[in-house]
């Protein structure tokens, strides 16, 4: 708590899908209050406004020359839902970090492997679907992959657009 702060976040993404969860076990009002800041500070870093070409809308990036980080853009997305649960769990108005979320999974749908972007892919069956690290970088591996799911899945419940887990 100093003045500060704002600038020395780290990849602490981790502790907001543990205040989500905490959330019906263990409520800790400064834990949920240092994801909501935290998810703030991320958000600053998501591109957007009309300066920003489309296809770059969402994404986690200082700028747009550079093709952003899919995986990174995720982690934001996974921070975003859990923020949103946090917040609406607090009785917090959560429409900012709503519409910034809708903007990073949008992103990310459009950085999925599909047919039309695999169509020289030795095995498709085997990428569509998938994530790579960034547009500049084909590979895909599991942990991009992992992230985006993971982003598309809480961050589709969050926003109403999945049904709640059972």
Request: aromatic fraction near 8%; charged fraction near 25%.
């Amino acid at each position: 708590d100093h003045p500060l702060a704002e600038a020395f976040y780290l990849e602490e993404n981790w502790h907001c899908l543990a205040a989500r969860v905490a959330i019906t076990v263990h409520r800790h009002d400064a834990y949920e209050r240092f994801c909501l800041d935290y998810a703030r500070f991320k958000s600053r870093f998501l591109l957007d406004g009309d300066d920003v070409p489309p296809e770059m809308r969402g994404a986690f990036a200082a700028t747009s020359l550079v093709p952003p980080p899919n995986t990174a853009t995720a982690g934001v997305g996974e921070v975003l839902a859990a923020a949103v649960e946090v917040a609406r769990a607090r009785g917090e108005d959560s429409e900012a970090e709503r519409a910034r979320l809708r903007n990073v999974l949008e992103f990310l749908l459009r950085q999925q492997w599909d047919a039309t972007a695999c169509v020289v892919c030795s095995k498709p069956q085997l990428v569509v679907g998938g994530f790579s690290d960034s547009m500049l970088r084909p590979e895909l591996r599991i942990d991009f992959t992992q992230h985006a799911w993971a982003a598309l899945g809480h961050g589709g419940r969050a926003l109403g657009l999945v049904e709640p887990r059972s």
